[in-house]
């Protein structure tokens, strides 16, 4: 069972550094995910990712308040409005967008409704 987590763990690590370049793709939701992983099945990973001087804090402040910093929740509304501008500009059919707009506004609903470090 060890083994699954830490494949698991490596594929969201590994989605979540491709997030780093990529505006569409997420990198803290993976990383939190690769750290849960590892938790499971590579102590050492674990405690790297937590312990790490740019993502370390996110994972934390997630894991002791369930927080996400001022910072992280204006990146996030720009990334998605962002995200919404360019698939109005790429002409995106009407009811794709209606239902990226709507999944996007719940996205931001939760975000914006988690506490504040």
């Not at 910072?71 to 059919?93: D, E, H």
């Amino acid at each position: 069972m060890r083994a699954i987590w830490f494949c698991l763990g490596l594929i969201a690590l590994l989605l979540g550094l491709a997030g780093i370049p990529l505006p569409l793709l997420p990198t803290v939701p993976f990383l939190l995910l690769a750290t849960f992983c590892f938790a499971r099945s590579s102590p050492r990973l674990h405690q790297w990712l937590v312990t790490h001087p740019v993502y370390g804090p996110s994972i934390r402040d997630w894991q002791e308040n369930g927080a996400i910093s001022r910072r992280a929740k204006r990146l996030a509304t720009m990334t998605i409005i962002g995200s919404l501008v360019i698939s109005i500009g790429l002409n995106v059919p009407a009811t794709a967008l209606g239902l990226q707009a709507g999944t996007l506004c719940l996205v931001l609903i939760f975000i914006w409704t988690r506490p504040s470090v």
